[in-house]
Nanobody, 124 residues
Framework: QLQLVESGGELVQPGGSLRLSCAAS????????VAWFRQAPGKEREGVSC????????VYAASVKGRFTISGDNAKNTVYLQMNSLKPEDTAVYYC?????????????????WGQGSQVTVSS
């Protein structure tokens, strides 16, 4: 089955930037809609952004709109999440997830395939 591996999470100062990567193996990620979720300590996992399998439909959570950008590189079988103007409240474990559906949303139950997560910490 599809395997997803996140990378790029680290400690960054408020106002800084990070780019997370979600690399897929065994199947072309272009066949899937992909989303990024995050989970902060003591909180529910929440959807951050998603991109349809064609790349033509993208959704952002209100809390990250204008600061985060999702994109895909079919040649590298990877989806990225560029995060700018980071805030302490962005601190969380970030997960990528995929579904065979054409479009995408930010509900957890839409996604069958999940990565193991990457820690992002925003702190001075």
């Amino acid at each position: 089955q599809l395997q997803l591996v996140e990378s790029g999470g680290e400690l960054v100062q408020p106002g800084g930037s990070l780019r997370l990567s979600c690399a897929a193996s065994r199947f072309p990620l272009a066949n899937y809609a992909v989303a990024w979720f995050r989970q902060a300590p003591g909180k529910e996992r929440e959807g951050v952004s998603c991109i349809s399998k064609t790349g033509g439909y993208i959704v952002y959570a209100a809390s990250v709109k204008g600061r985060f950008t999702i994109s895909g590189d079919n040649a590298k079988n990877t989806v990225y999440l560029q995060m700018n103007s980071l805030k302490p409240e962005d601190t969380a474990v970030y997960y990528c997830a995929a579904t065979l559906g054409t479009y995408c949303g930010l509900a957890r139950n839409e996604y069958a395939y999940w990565g193991q997560g990457s820690q992002v910490t925003v702190s001075s």
